[in-house]
C-alpha cells in the first residue's frame, strides 16, 4: 500500500514516527504550521519555527527517506494580538521560495472573532498575492458549522482564490457536502478526540464520495496517530473495497491537490 499523510505536525513527533510511517507505504508528509500548545511571544519566535519546518524537518525526514513538505502561517490561536499576527505575515514571504513550502496554512478560525477574521483575509491575500495553495483549519465541535460558512464567504468573497486550490480540513458530516458544493477540497481528520474515526470518515466517504477529499492525521503534541490514514485502509478493506478505491483516497487524491504546486514532486 502507499499513501500521503497530506497533514501532519511532525515537529510534535519522534524519529520513530517517521519510520513506523515510511514502513506502513508513506510516500510524503506535509506540515502545516500550527500552535505550539502555548502563545508564542515574539515574531522571532515565528522565524525560528518558519526555519525549522523549512531546514531542519525535511532533513531529519529524509534520513527514512521521506520526502517533507510544510505550509507556513500563523495560527488562529495566535491571532488576537493584532500587531503580533501583522509582524508573522510581514515574515512569511522571505520563506515562500524554500523548496519544500507548498503555500499558506493551516489558517483559519478557533472562536470565530472579529480579529481572527481580519487576520484569515490576511492570510488569504498572502496567499493570493503569491499564487500559492491554501490548507484551511476549521473551528471544532459547536464552532464549526458557523466558523466554515465564514471561512468560505471569506474565501469566496476574493475573487483571486480559485476554490480548486484550497483544502479545507477537519471537516464533519454537517460541513463536508457545504465544502464540496463551493468547490472546494474536504480533509477529513483521523484524530481519536474532537475529529473523526476510521469508521466515521469512511462514512462519509461513502455518502459523498472520492472526488475532492483527502484523509489525514493530523498528529500533532497531543492524543493522535501518525498511522492513522493507513490503518483506515483496514476499515476500507473490511467493507469490500479494492485496492484502486483505498488508492485513489490515500494517494492518488492528496497527489492530485498538492501537484497543484510545481514544488510537489516525488
Given at each position: 500500500?502507499?499513501?500521503?499523510?497530506?497533514?501532519g505536525h511532525?515537529?510534535?513527533?519522534?524519529?520513530?514516527?517517521y519510520?513506523?510511517?515510511v514502513?506502513?507505504?508513506?510516500?510524503?508528509?506535509?506540515?502545516?504550521a500550527?500552535?505550539?500548545?502555548?502563545?508564542?511571544?515574539?515574531?522571532?519566535?515565528?522565524?525560528?519555527?518558519?526555519?525549522?519546518?523549512?531546514?531542519?524537518?525535511?532533513r531529519?525526514a529524509?534520513?527514512?527517506?521521506l520526502p517533507?513538505?510544510?505550509?507556513?502561517?500563523?495560527?488562529?490561536?495566535e491571532?488576537e494580538?493584532?500587531?503580533?499576527?501583522?509582524d508573522?505575515?510581514?515574515?512569511?514571504p522571505?520563506?515562500?521560495?524554500?523548496?519544500?513550502v507548498?503555500?499558506?496554512?493551516?489558517i483559519?478560525?478557533?472562536?470565530?472573532?472579529?480579529?481572527?477574521?481580519?487576520?484569515l483575509?490576511?492570510?488569504?491575500?498572502?496567499?493570493a498575492?503569491?499564487?500559492?495553495?491554501?490548507?484551511?483549519h476549521?473551528?471544532?465541535?459547536?464552532?464549526k458549522?458557523?466558523?466554515?460558512?465564514?471561512?468560505?464567504?471569506?474565501?469566496?468573497?476574493?475573487?483571486?482564490?480559485?476554490?480548486?486550490?484550497?483544502i479545507?480540513?477537519?471537516?464533519?458530516?454537517?460541513?463536508?457536502?457545504?465544502?464540496l458544493?463551493?468547490?472546494?477540497?474536504?480533509?477529513?481528520?483521523?484524530?481519536?478526540?474532537?475529529?473523526?474515526?476510521?469508521?466515521?470518515?469512511?462514512?462519509?466517504?461513502e455518502?459523498?464520495?472520492?472526488?475532492?477529499?483527502?484523509?489525514?492525521?493530523a498528529?500533532?503534541?497531543?492524543?493522535?496517530?501518525?498511522?492513522?490514514?493507513?490503518?483506515t485502509?483496514?476499515?476500507?478493506?473490511?467493507r469490500g473495497r479494492?485496492?484502486?478505491?483505498?488508492?485513489?483516497?490515500?494517494y492518488?487524491?492528496?497527489?492530485?491537490?498538492?501537484?497543484?504546486s510545481p514544488?510537489?514532486?516525488?
Amino acid at each position: 500500500m502507499r499513501y500521503i499523510e497530506p497533514h501532519g505536525h511532525m515537529v510534535s513527533r519522534t524519529t520513530d514516527d517517521y519510520l513506523a510511517m515510511v514502513t506502513a507505504g508513506c510516500a510524503a508528509v506535509c506540515e502545516p504550521a500550527f500552535w505550539a500548545g502555548y502563545d508564542r511571544r515574539s515574531a522571532e519566535g515565528f522565524f525560528d519555527y518558519f526555519s525549522q519546518l523549512t531546514d531542519y524537518e525535511p532533513r531529519r525526514a529524509a534520513k527514512f527517506g521521506l520526502p517533507h513538505f510544510s505550509w507556513l502561517c500563523l495560527n488562529p490561536k495566535e491571532s488576537e494580538d493584532l500587531q503580533l499576527a501583522e509582524d508573522v505575515l510581514a515574515l512569511i514571504p522571505e520563506f515562500i521560495d524554500r523548496p519544500n513550502v507548498l503555500g499558506i496554512g493551516e489558517i483559519g478560525l478557533n472562536k470565530n472573532t472579529r480579529n481572527e477574521l481580519k487576520i484569515l483575509e490576511r492570510h488569504i491575500d498572502l496567499a493570493a498575492s503569491h499564487e500559492q495553495l491554501i490548507l484551511v483549519h476549521t473551528p471544532h465541535l459547536e464552532d464549526k458549522l458557523k466558523g466554515t460558512r465564514l471561512i468560505i464567504d471569506a474565501l469566496l468573497n476574493d475573487k483571486r482564490i480559485d476554490p480548486g486550490r484550497v483544502i479545507i480540513d477537519h471537516v464533519e458530516e454537517h460541513t463536508a457536502q457545504l465544502v464540496l458544493d463551493q468547490g472546494f477540497w474536504a480533509g477529513i481528520t483521523l484524530y481519536p478526540e474532537s475529529k473523526c474515526t476510521p469508521p466515521r470518515a469512511v462514512d462519509m466517504l461513502e455518502m459523498h464520495g472520492t472526488e475532492r477529499i483527502w484523509l489525514n492525521c493530523a498528529c500533532d503534541w497531543g492524543v493522535s496517530d501518525p498511522l492513522a490514514v493507513p490503518k483506515t485502509a483496514i476499515e476500507m478493506r473490511r467493507r469490500g473495497r479494492d485496492a484502486e478505491f483505498i488508492d485513489q483516497v490515500l494517494y492518488q487524491n492528496p497527489h492530485q491537490f498538492l501537484s497543484q504546486s510545481p514544488k510537489f514532486t516525488l
